[in-house]
């Protein structure tokens, strides 16, 4: 069939017995005959051949395989990294207890400061490595009220926070780990419960501290973009192992309620004080969400401007920083000028951005003449490819050094 040859109404008889329309086109149209269907719910499907309506959901298949997908993913990427984590931080803090008797086990205060610091390192280092595995897959959650706190700010939607919940099954299935693959036939050491001397209400402010310490250190390290947000893992794993070396020997440090979860379902004993180590962490995860909420609406970034650049943005100090650089490491005072020296150096910053704005028109258009030509193979497509990251090389040698230093490199077609 040519390209312009119009197709009976008959041929597509199957089309049009599943809610679809024909084109209006000609056989004079440049573009050919085509069929159009329109994904009405509402019609049912007869064909007399039996076949499948293409208009149906398909939950497996193209196309709607590819939006559950990502989520599938990323429950079962939460699941197994919560497994492995707890499995692996759990482990630890049982085989640090291993040495102690009977007579011991009455009281956590005859914790030793090796096996704190042990179960403190324990839960700690897994943390930052599972994390840091699974931070291109889920973000390396694998805590409820991380989740929580998440959905709070935005960063997650409700489908997403409702899917990262399964790490509570996680928490399940590392416990299940730790009873199965150790010899004593028991988790009673890695549970979490109020120690003597402590009652509730200072078991739920220690573990309402120390879980708004781990989220702030989550939504200021991973959520908030900087240049060392990919070592946000190991900032995160640190805050925990020092919540651990704290909170270990006076509740058993639940800041993670899927931690604590996991090890009650698998011994089945729920102890009568387990409400606090939910209520504790969400509460306090909330209350971590309104201070940074409370940090964002006051713009801390413009605190301390160049925190993450090379070089400093002097016409964004206030005057007596600017005049002691220039003394003292002899900076070039160019914000001294009457033009960029009013409050907080706004003429400054209008500047930065108006060479932001041209550096990025400058990146568009080559990316633009470049995605404009026909893709070469072979040695053409590479000798391209060099002669735009040249160009790109260009703009930047070509642009300020407060620009240079803010910039993300290059934008090459994607």
Same mark, same amino acid.
């Given at each position: 069939m040519s390209m312009t040859e119009t197709t009976p109404a008959h041929t597509n008889r199957g089309a049009q017995g599943t809610g679809g329309r024909l084109s209006t086109e000609t056989a004079s149209s440049p573009r050919r005959h085509r069929v159009y269907f329109s994904f009405n719910r509402s019609h049912k499907h007869h064909d007399p051949f039996g076949r499948p309506d293409p208009n149906r959901r398909r939950y497996f298949g193209k196309p709607s395989f590819s939006g559950f997908r990502p989520h599938f993913m990323a429950g079962l990427g939460e699941f197994i990294g919560t497994t492995m984590f707890l499995f692996l931080a759990e482990g630890g803090a049982k085989t640090a207890q291993l040495t102690k008797t009977a007579a011991q086990d009455q009281t956590a205060t005859q914790l030793s400061n090796e096996q704190i610091m042990f179960i403190a390192f324990s839960f700690g280092m897994s943390l930052l490595v599972t994390a840091w595995m699974f931070y291109r897959i889920t973000g390396g959650l694998f805590n409820p009220a991380i989740t929580i706190a998440l959905w709070l700010v935005g960063v997650l939607t409700t489908r997403q926070a409702v899917i990262l919940f399964i790490s509570i099954l996680g928490g399940i299935a590392g416990a299940a780990l730790v009873l199965g693959l150790t010899p004593s036939n028991s988790v009673q050491q890695v549970t979490t419960t109020l120690q003597l001397g402590i009652n509730i209400t200072q078991g739920f402010l220690i573990g309402m501290l120390l879980t708004s310490i781990l989220v702030f250190s989550v939504l200021m390290l991973a959520v908030?973009?900087?240049?060392?947000?990919? +070592?946000?893992? &190991?900032?995160?794993? +640190?805050? +925990?192992?020092?919540?651990?070396?704290?909170?270990?020997?006076? !509740?058993?440090?639940?800041?993670?309620?899927?931690?604590s979860f996991g090890p009650a379902v698998v011994a089945g004993q729920f102890n009568?004080?387990?409400?606090?180590? =939910?209520?504790? #962490?969400?509460?306090?995860?909330?209350?971590? &969400?309104?201070?940074? !909420? *409370? *940090?964002?609406?006051?713009?801390?970034? $413009?605190?301390?401007?160049?925190?993450?650049?090379?070089?400093?943005?002097?016409?964004?100090? #206030? /005057?007596?920083?600017? *005049? =002691?650089? @220039?003394?003292?490491?002899? %900076?070039? #005072? $160019?914000? *001294?000028?009457?033009?960029?020296?009013?409050?907080?150096?706004?003429?400054?910053?209008?500047?930065?951005?108006?060479?932001?704005?041209?550096? @990025?028109?400058?990146?568009?258009?080559?990316?633009?003449?470049?995605?404009?030509?026909? &893709? @070469?193979?072979?040695?053409?497509? %590479?000798?391209?490819?060099?002669? /735009?990251?040249?160009?790109?090389?260009? &703009?930047? $040698?070509?642009?300020?050094?407060? !620009?240079?230093?803010?910039?993300?490199? #290059?934008?090459?077609?994607?």
């Open positions: 908030e973009k900087h240049r060392a947000t990919y +070592l946000a893992p &190991v900032g995160i794993g +640190l805050t +925990l192992m020092a919540a651990h070396l704290v909170g270990a020997v006076w !509740t058993g440090c639940g800041p993670n309620p899927a931690r009568s004080d387990h409400w606090v180590y =939910w209520t504790a #962490p969400v509460v306090e995860g909330s209350l971590a &969400v309104c201070y940074h !909420t *409370l *940090l964002k609406k006051l713009r801390y970034s $413009s605190v301390v401007l160049d925190q993450d650049s090379d070089t400093e943005i002097t016409g964004l100090k #206030p /005057m007596h920083v600017r *005049l =002691w650089n @220039f003394i003292r490491h002899g %900076e070039k #005072p $160019s914000a *001294l000028n009457p033009e960029s020296s009013t409050h907080y150096g706004k003429k400054a910053r209008d500047h930065f951005d108006k060479e932001q704005k041209e550096l @990025f028109e400058k990146r568009e258009e080559i990316r633009r003449e470049m995605m404009d030509k026909p &893709v @070469f193979e072979g040695h053409a497509n %590479e000798a391209a490819m060099g002669r /735009m990251s040249e160009k790109c090389v260009d &703009v930047m $040698s070509t642009s300020s050094g407060s !620009t240079t230093a803010h910039s993300n490199g #290059p934008i090459l077609p994607q």
